[in-house]
């Protein structure tokens, strides 16, 4: 299996957020949206695919599809300080998991959907914040370095949606890593892509807080360890 893959950089450190002995996620994900907005709503340098521009769902996150608010963890930020709040709910869709209501259940919270957000035979609930994924954050900035790179045929393959011919799955394939795109249409007939999602796909969701508490734990040790000698487990472009 190939584990090098030239085009794609390594992400960012945790360890380099952290501010008087804490890790500082508030600053880590605002320089992740920022990178983000860079990436794809640059109209120097617009990331084409097909010939077709690539852009973020410019839907903004709406804090108030739940009767209650579903951020059930202060770990890393609260209402007040937020970094997705007032930004597009793609962003939010990309450094988040979906929570479910068996799990919720689970947790012992009871959560109350308007009826215009109750999705018709499923038991999913919409993505908040508060199901923050440090990996799925910190593997953002992989997803331009994949569109532009849809031509290495060894590294990346494209999966055409079985039910809509207008999207298609990007996986990177030695990293388990996909983009959902869709291609809309401008009133003028200009077609582009939106992102409708992307994310590392082998960590399961109810491990989530395992997964986070696993890179905090690194990035101290890290930290505390010599420069240099480690590295971000499982998503460094020199890991398998």
């Known amino acids: 299996m ?16 952290i501010e008087n002995g804490q890790i500082n996620f508030v600053k880590f994900i605002q320089e992740q949206i920022q990178d983000l907005l860079n990436d794809f709503c640059n109209d120097s340098s617009p990331v084409l695919l097909n010939g077709l521009r690539v852009r973020l769902n410019p839907n903004i996150l709406n804090c108030e599809k739940l009767r209650n608010k579903n951020c059930y963890n202060s770990n890393y930020f609260i209402c007040e300080n937020c970094p997705f709040v007032g930004q597009m709910d793609i962003i939010n869709h990309i450094c988040t998991i979906e929570q479910n ?3 919720l259940k689970k947790q012992g919270v009871k959560i109350a959907l308007k009826t215009e957000f ?6 999913s609930v919409p993505r908040t914040p508060g199901e923050f994924s440090i990996p799925r954050t910190l593997l953002s900035s992989w997803i331009k370095p994949v569109i532009l790179n849809v031509d290495d045929s060894e590294n990346v393959k494209i999966i ?14 030695h990293r388990k890593y996909r983009i959902h795109l869709k291609k809309c249409k401008e009133k003028s007939g200009k077609q582009f ?3 409708k ?3 590392y796909f082998t960590a399961p969701k109810a491990l989530i807080e395992e997964a986070n508490q ?3 734990d690194n990035a101290y040790n890290r930290r505390n360890a010599i420069a240099g000698v480690s590295a971000t487990p499982c ?4 890991d398998t």
């Open 2 to 17: 190939q584990t090098k893959i030239d085009w794609l950089p390594n992400v960012k450190r945790l360890e380099d957020y």
């Open 101 to 103: 209501t068996k799990k």
């Open 118 to 123: 109750k999705k018709k035979g499923a038991k």
């Open 160 to 173: 055409p949606d079985e039910n809509d011919k207008n999207e298609l799955t990007i996986e990177l394939i």
């Open 193 to 195: 892509y939106i992102i």
């Open 197 to 199: 999602s992307a994310y």
């Open 214 to 216: 696993k890179y905090i």
């Open 235 to 238: 998503i460094d472009n020199n």
